[in-house]
Nanobody, 122 residues
């Protein structure tokens, strides 16, 4: 089992920055690819970015240029640095873990956090 706990969400204004954190416990963190998803009101959960143990990153067009995913293997933590936030970034952000990046990107990971709310006001 892998337990994931997100933190760092909140209410910010457009143009602000936030850094989300996801702390992992349980099985060996280094064996897992870690990813971030988000689910806006009325929409399906969508892949944002992922990072492997070796710091290979997988981004989406919506994330490139504004969001940066990183991980600290010593702290069993993955981060999502979000800059220049827009109202359309408002969503619940979820952390996920998987050993297979394709499965993670499809949202089929077995391990998920409870989510953290990010609200961006205009």
């Amino acid at each position: 089992q892998v337990q994931l706990v997100e933190s760092g969400g909140g209410l910010v204004q457009a143009g602000d920055s936030l850094r989300l954190s996801c702390a992992a416990s349980g099985r060996t963190f280094n064996n897992y690819i870690m990813g971030w998803f988000r689910q806006a009101p009325g929409k399906e959960r969508a892949f944002v970015a992922a990072v492997s143990w070796g710091n290979t990153t997988y981004d989406t067009d919506s994330a490139k240029g504004r969001f940066t995913i990183s991980r600290d293997n010593a702290k069993n933590t993955v981060y999502l640095q979000m800059n220049s936030l827009k109202p359309e970034d408002t969503a619940v952000y979820y952390c996920a873990a998987d050993r297979v990046v394709a499965r993670l990107r499809l949202g089929r990971s077995a391990y998920w956090g409870q989510g953290t709310q990010v609200t961006v006001s205009s």
